[in-house]
């Protein structure tokens, strides 16, 4: 059974632990996303912390086309 919502998770190329233990989180649900995305990206010149993380989400918000949206960040679970 699937809901009709689009996981966002934002990643970097370090953090390869981390995203596949959130990916891991989404797949054991219960209840299943229409989508997971994610996008996986180092930081340009300007780009670090916060603020790359918040242009990684508003990229995957423009592939979204489910009604609803649900974030989860690499690190979290």
Do not use: F, Y
């Amino acid at each position: 059974m699937s809901v009709d919502v689009t996981v966002c998770t934002p990643s970097l190329p370090e953090r390869g632990r981390q995203l596949a233990e959130a990916i891991a989180s989404v797949v054991h649900q219960t209840v299943r996303p229409a989508a997971h995305l994610i996008w996986i990206e180092s930081p340009g010149p300007g780009q670090e912390g916060p603020r790359h993380m918040a242009l990684q989400r508003n990229r995957l918000l423009l592939a979204v086309t489910t009604k609803w949206t649900a974030v989860l960040d690499d690190d979290d679970l």
